[in-house]
């Protein structure tokens, strides 16, 4: 998909009734933008060909956010959907009482805002410098009508979300604390497709209250679990925390205990 504008013309088909069209969209975004997306081939934009992207591409608003931005409110009105080309955001709610919980983090080629309702539900932030692709949904609605891959895709995003939302709900309900962080840092180096070694430290842009409060644990737990990892030699903790897993037959298998 596009970091940039949309390359649009205003064309008059009378005095009262102007209506927008793309011009030369294959030719001015794919080569240079889309084409060069991290989320091109993976995603939504996996299921269109090269020569049909740039019907997605005219629906596409190119926007950034720096670090703390958000750019999804909880309560709002649901009217666009994000597809997340690079750098990674968490998903949250806050109680009334102050207290918030984390229910994911995306990152690039992620669709966010699949909103059953006409509000969002939760709040998105960036926790890094994040380039997006804004689609409104009417717009992209019409998209779907010419190519049904994209609304199957859609689905089959959706129905992933669902099965994240499972492991979840066994992750928060079922899990000890080190069963906790072995089962996020497993997936997230699937995520990332890290390859497990001493010297391949995994990139964690969430910080230790965000795993906290996505793990359903404590701060001080979230370290005593990761300090015990360590000591079982399952991972290296290095300057700044950055994590590496040593053994991830080990670490997978302690993520998947019987519970």
């Given at each position: 998909?596009?970091?940039?504008?949309?390359?649009?013309?205003?064309?008059?088909?009378?005095?009262?009734?102007?209506?927008?069209?793309?011009?030369?969209?294959?030719?001015?975004?794919?080569?240079?933008?889309?084409?060069?997306?991290?989320?091109?081939h993976?995603?939504?934009?996996?299921?269109?060909?090269?020569?049909?992207?740039?019907?997605?591409?005219?629906?596409?608003?190119?926007?950034?956010?720096?670090?703390?931005?958000?750019?999804?409110?909880?309560?709002?009105?649901?009217?666009?959907?994000?597809?997340?080309?690079h750098?990674?955001?968490k998903?949250?709610?806050?109680l009334?009482?102050?207290?918030?919980?984390?229910?994911?983090?995306?990152?690039?080629?992620?669709?966010?805002?699949?909103?059953?309702?006409?509000?969002?539900?939760?709040?998105?932030?960036?926790?890094?410098?994040?380039?997006?692709?804004?689609?409104?949904?009417?717009?992209?609605?019409?998209?779907?009508?010419?190519?049904?891959?994209?609304?199957?895709?859609?689905?089959?995003?959706?129905?992933?979300?669902?099965?994240v939302?499972?492991?979840?709900?066994?992750?928060?309900?079922?899990?000890?604390?080190?069963?906790?962080i072995?089962?996020?840092?497993v997936?997230?180096?699937?995520?990332?497709?890290?390859?497990?070694?001493?010297?391949?430290?995994?990139?964690?842009?969430?910080?230790?209250?965000?795993?906290?409060?996505?793990?359903?644990?404590?701060?001080?737990?979230?370290?005593?679990?990761?300090?015990?990892?360590?000591?079982?030699?399952?991972?290296?903790?290095?300057?700044?925390?950055?994590?590496?897993?040593?053994?991830?037959?080990?670490?997978?298998?302690?993520?998947?205990?019987?519970?």
């Amino acid at each position: 998909m596009p970091v940039g504008r949309r390359d649009l013309s205003l064309v008059v088909v009378n005095e009262q009734a102007p209506r927008r069209t793309s011009i030369n969209l294959m030719d001015a975004i794919m080569p240079g933008l889309c084409a060069g997306c991290e989320a091109r081939h993976i995603g939504l934009c996996a299921a269109l060909d090269d020569e049909d992207l740039h019907f997605l591409a005219s629906v596409a608003r190119s926007q950034s956010f720096s670090r703390s931005e958000t750019f999804i409110v909880e309560g709002d009105d649901a009217r666009y959907f994000y597809n997340i080309n690079h750098g990674t955001c968490k998903l949250y709610k806050d109680l009334a009482d102050g207290r918030r919980q984390i229910t994911g983090f995306v990152g690039v080629g992620d669709f966010v805002g699949l909103a059953a309702h006409d509000h969002y539900v939760f709040t998105a932030e960036a926790l890094e410098d994040v380039k997006l692709c804004r689609f409104d949904r009417r717009e992209l609605r019409a998209v779907f009508s010419r190519f049904p891959a994209l609304e199957r895709q859609l689905l089959a995003i959706a129905s992933h979300e669902l099965v994240v939302a499972q492991d979840q709900m066994l992750l928060l309900g079922r899990k000890t604390a080190i069963e906790r962080i072995a089962s996020f840092l497993v997936a997230w180096s699937h995520r990332e497709g890290c390859v497990a070694s001493a010297s391949g430290a995994l990139d964690l842009p969430m910080s230790r209250a965000d795993l906290a409060d996505y793990l359903g644990l404590t701060i001080e737990t979230v370290s005593r679990a990761l300090t015990s990892l360590k000591r079982q030699n399952l991972i290296d903790i290095g300057a700044h925390h950055a994590i590496s897993i040593i053994d991830a037959g080990r670490l997978g298998h302690l993520s998947n205990a019987d519970i």
